[in-house]
């Protein structure tokens, strides 16, 4: 049940303001920690110090429910694999060779991702403005993507980073799609923590390959500082925060957070690593905001 609102209640109100605060740090840790730690690897462990954490406090659900949780294994194992393993590994190899503004921007175009691949899997029909949002959305994309040289682009010559990232907006969108359609027996964090476990489940084999063939990793206090801050700041925090919000607020308000997700991060990257707003990324950001605008909004009957 969603708590009562009043005319002098803007907590929530302020809440989304800070929410994406704690995500978008997920860019910052995707271009500044792959100095230290290689991508896969610290998806890994991120994702394993997430699972220590929350262990403890869901313990005895996880265990009362040991039949739930063979019944849902593969629907979990999925989500983990999407949420924790695509989306947790492809924006640290996408911080190697793109900014955090191409990261943030592109990220956001998730929302209307969920739309197309929701009609493919759920036949949900789209209305004229989210399908005219999608068009718009996707334009903004390939914008920045292509740095707003259209011969980049069809000669396939832009950053690999951009589409690192791409790729996990989709892994995104699929999370949240099933998610949200496929019911579960556990609580909300109780099935965190069980999908976090199989993030790590799915990442651990990439981990060993990176380890042994590709990137050493150095268990030094650099690697301590950002797994840590992987798994509390854009992790466990943002998750709590965005799962108080949808109590207040419910899902759709909620996740316009998502959206301030690519301002924040611009931000970020403008703060600590110096990086340059060009024309392109307030071109591309700006498409790619009104075709999410417009991909939320109904049609007028």
């Known amino acids: 049940m969603k708590p009562s609102l009043t005319k002098n209640n803007y907590f929530p109100y302020i809440l989304l303001l800070i929410q994406p ?44 429910k040991k039949k739930e949780l063979k019944k849902e294994s593969f629907k979990l194992l999925f989500l983990g694999s999407m949420g924790c393993g695509v989306c947790g590994a492809f ?17 956001t175009s998730s929302p209307v991702i969920i739309i197309v691949l929701s009609f493919f899997l759920f036949n949900e029909k789209p209305n004229l403005l989210k399908i005219c949002g999608l068009i718009v959305c996707i334009l903004g994309v390939f914008i920045i993507i292509s740095k707003g040289n259209i011969n980049l682009f069809l000669n396939l010559n832009f950053t690999s980073g951009d589409i690192w990232v791409f790729g996990a907006a989709v892994g995104w969108a699929l999370y949240s799609i099933y998610l949200l359609n496929w019911n579960s027996k556990f609580s909300i964090m109780a099935r965190f923590t069980i999908i976090s476990m199989f993030g790590f489940i799915t990442l651990l084999p990439f981990f060993l390959i990176e380890n042994f063939y590709f990137a050493k990793t150095n268990y030094n206090q650099n690697f301590l500082f950002w797994v840590l801050f992987a798994a509390i700041s854009p992790s466990i925090i943002a998750f709590s925060l965005h799962t108080r919000l949808q109590r ?54």
């Open 91 to 107: 924006p640290f190899i996408a911080g190697m060779t793109t900014t955090m503004a191409n990261i943030g921007i592109i990220y």
């Open 248 to 301: 207040y607020l419910g899902a759709s308000l909620a996740g316009f957070g998502l959206y301030l997700f690519a301002v924040y991060g611009a931000i970020f990257g403008i703060i600590i690593f110096e990086e340059p707003l060009l024309n392109f990324h307030y071109v591309g950001g700006a498409l790619v905001f009104l075709g999410v605008y417009l991909a939320k909004r109904k049609n007028k009957t």
């Open 21 to 64: 605060v704690f995500m978008s740090t997920n860019t910052i840790i995707a271009r500044g920690a792959v100095e230290f730690v290689p991508p896969i690897s610290l998806a890994f462990w991120r994702w394993f110090t997430v699972f220590i954490i929350l262990f403890p406090f869901f313990f005895s659900e996880i265990i009362n």
